[in-house]
C-alpha cells in the first residue's frame, strides 16, 4: 500500500505564499486521481483540490484562483502551491488518493501539515 507524508506547512502572514509537498513511497505514475483535504478547528473536512494522471484539475470555490495542484511523477510527489493565503486557509491539509471521478478517498488518513494564516 502506498503512503503518502504531508510537509511544507508553516506560520504564514495573509498574503503571502506556501508550498505544500505530498511524497509518496512508490511511484504514482498509475495512480489515476490524487487530491488535497483540508480540515479547519471545529469544521468538517473538505476537499480542496484534485488532478488526474493527465493533468486534469478541478479546484473548490473557495481556492479557486489562488491555489494550483500539480504532480511530478518523476520525482513521486504531488504540490500544492498557495498564494494569496488568507486567515481562514488556517487548517491542517492532507494528501490522500482518491477515486476517480468521486471525493471518496483510498487508504488511510496520514498525519497531515498544519497551515497558519495570521492577520
Known amino acids: 500500500q502506498v503512503q503518502l507524508v504531508e510537509s511544507g506547512g508553516g506560520l504564514v502572514q495573509a498574503g503571502g505564499s506556501l508550498r505544500l509537498s505530498c511524497a509518496a513511497s512508490?511511484?504514482?505514475?498509475?495512480?489515476?486521481?490524487m487530491g488535497w483535504y483540508r480540515q479547519a478547528p471545529g469544521k468538517q473536512r473538505e476537499l480542496v483540490a484534485t488532478i488526474t494522471s493527465g493533468g486534469n484539475t478541478n479546484y473548490a470555490h473557495f481556492v479557486e484562483g489562488r491555489f494550483t495542484i500539480s504532480r511530478d511523477n518523476a520525482k513521486n510527489t504531488m504540490y500544492l502551491q498557495m498564494s494569496s493565503l488568507k486567515p481562514e486557509d488556517t487548517a491542517v491539509y492532507y494528501c490522500?488518493?482518491?477515486?476517480?471521478?468521486?471525493?471518496?478517498?483510498?487508504?488511510?488518513w496520514g498525519q497531515g501539515t498544519q497551515v497558519t494564516v495570521s492577520s
Open positions: 490522500i488518493r482518491i477515486v476517480p471521478g468521486t471525493s471518496l478517498t483510498l487508504g488511510s
Open positions: 512508490k511511484s504514482i505514475s498509475t495512480i489515476n486521481t
